[in-house]
């Protein structure tokens, strides 16, 4: 099954485009009561302005996003000293509100953490949790009885670089790289930074968060699942240490088509890595002969949380990434020969994100009219901004509408007062909370209660939902490409749950169908070969698609 | 490269400010100022410069200069006060109008520089440097027929073959590639090139738009060509960097490798 397209933008769905896409904060009726915690000192350690995962994901099985929030903790001591630093839980009871389930799940966790990553790495029917943090990172396995177990150093993932330093670990994804159907664990390592030796920074006698040019990079780690319950740090035969970035973000996708998942990781004020799976265990930086290191201009930018997906219905996944003022967001367009166009201009993005900052990210089609746009989660970098360089701390969430033919249009003013009340968001997760058939999207804000998004898009505009069950494959089907034919055309999109920044969405796959109320086809291509086909399906519904079908691991390294 | 060159517009269009004056007045005071100014002694201008402003607070140009002195310290709050007490005490003085949009424009804040920008435009319609800035800030928000507009009148606005001029082409040329006109765009830059045939920006656009057409040769030579120019806006990590990519596309793989390297190796001008 060709899973690549032939370079079509895919015709007008007859949506309105003066239908609105709308939010509703309801942050305030969630129940949800969480602040999150930087413990912002005079000295401005860079760990503070960075911390703020959120996860969406279904830890009870019951059908219902549930939501995680990472936690900062006490500085220097890197103590959770209180409840107040605990990660927490929150159960959707269905009704719009959650429950505060952290204690009995046993995931307040420990020390500074920053982003989480989910997925059932056990392949148990469970989702467990990978958490990123300063100098800790910690994983926790889901017991399936609403409890979690810390399990991390039993599966030899606490984190750890050459000379056994501990890194500072932003985020982490989960990613078959070896086909083997079993998730294997993605580490995204920033600064080679310590409290204990980190100096102050200044501006105008204003002590402020240094620039990451102040400090050296770290390696990215790799842990391949031995599918015993541990796993083995492969970094170094995979080559993946060879490549010493400022990691901000990760996604994965395949972008060649040559069935074997990469990576690219989003760097801060340094080149971008685009990691090539060569198939047999090792990976390539190819960002530069790609044009995805540098931008249009051959300036890095700084880079924060990104997504890898098809944006343009072509059938290739491209590549987003939110950045900061002045840098617009790169947008690169996947050319299909190995190499990607900065169209960040051309599209419009350039010249609506030229006053942002933004952190967390997300190509999603939020208005199910067929064409993935655009979120981004805007704050600028320093607490102190205004006093610094007399510009605002807190900023608005952006979302940009395709309007197809790689056309966006700026709609972030229009999507609600509370969409667009600035705050100091950070990471972001995307799924439906509702099961209405509408992407929500959950915020962190720093000091600050998160935003709970829900999608009041008044659009009739109809959808699917996949959701996948790996049985040969793993259980979640991460990496799955999913290609979907309608009467408008085709469409593509593949299992994630690695997207944004510190942030971890849902591994269901969305597609809005515009007004087909029918998908003519369905075509799965599971990352260890297997392929699957499923005609006329209905729209509007949440579909389980359960694997089924011959393995077909020719040449997949275990 | 935008700031750089609105700074670069701003000096030359400071150097046409009004005549000097004779006496030790406010006016001397400023007068100094400007001298000290140009002579890049900006410690000694801002001396100067607050000594005509104690006496005379609401001398327009002093207040400008003030600004444009502030900026460069980063002293960002102040440039902007001088700026609005410049065009309060006169609101018809287009010099404050304009660097009042070019303040705002240099600090992205784009909204805002259009109304000074188009009340210097019409307190001197014609002069292409505030019609130039509002092409350039309607191509910031993305108001593309508008900016293409304005990027029309200011080429008409300047002289034909004046560094000035090829500026605007640069410009002009350069935005019309990035929304993929690319006939047009490389027809600008090779008549930025005619006006003034050393403009590094103008050769670099060029190669670029070449790159685009698929005509690696000739971007390649172009490019090359840059390089051998004054930096003063496109950088030569830029130039190494399309150099790398053209000799890669033209299968000569030592020189795509040896720009690839110096691109490397030069400095990154990324800051946060």
Redesign the interface.
Known sequence: MPLHGAGQNRPSTGQSPDSPILFENTIGASKIDFVLKNSVSPQRYSIETMTGGVALFDYNNDGLLDIFFTNGAEIPSLQKSNPSFHNRLFRNNGDGTFTDVTEKAGLAGAGYAMGVAAGDYDNDGFVDLYLAGFNRNQLFHNNGDGTFSDVTEKAGVSGSLPGGRKPWSVTAGWIDYNNDGRLDLFVVNYLDYSISTAHSCQT?NIVDYC???EYRGTANILYRNNGDGTFTDVSQQSHISQYVGKGMGVAFADYDNDGFTDIFVSN??FPNFLLHNNGDGTFTDVA??A?VA?ND??????GMGTDFRDIDNDGRPDIFHAA???DTFPLYRNAGNGEFEDVT??T?IA??T??LTAWGAGIFDFDNDGNKDIFVAGSA?LDNAMEV??KPYPLPNGLYRNLGKMKFQ?VSAQAGAGFFASAAHRGAAFGDINNDGKIDIVTTVLNGKPQLLINRSPNHNHWIILNLVGVSDNRDGLGTKVKITTASGAQYNQATTAVGYNSSSDKRVYFGLGNATVVDRIELAWPTGVKQQLTNVMADQILTVVETGPPQKAGAPK | MIWLFAFQLAFGAAQALGPAQYAVSPAQHYENAKQDFAERKFAEADSEVNAALHSSPYMVPALVLKARLATLAHRLDVAKNCLITAITADPKSEEAQFFLGLFYYTQNEFKLAIPPLETAQTLSPKNPLPVFYLAMTHEAVGDVNKALDFYRQAENLSAEKSAQGAEILVAHGRFLLLLGRTEEGVEKERRAIEADPDSRDAHYQLAKGLDHQEDYKNAAVEAERALTLPQLGTSDAQIHFLLSNLYRKLNQPDLAKAHLEKFQAAPQETQR
Not at chain 1, 297 to 302: L, P, Q, R, Y
């Open positions: 105008d620039s990451p040019n801060d004020t530069l002969l044009g540098y201009n051959g300036k890095t930018v700084a900061m003022f002045g201009g051309k419009g010249a609506m030229n006053r970098i360089n007399h700026d």
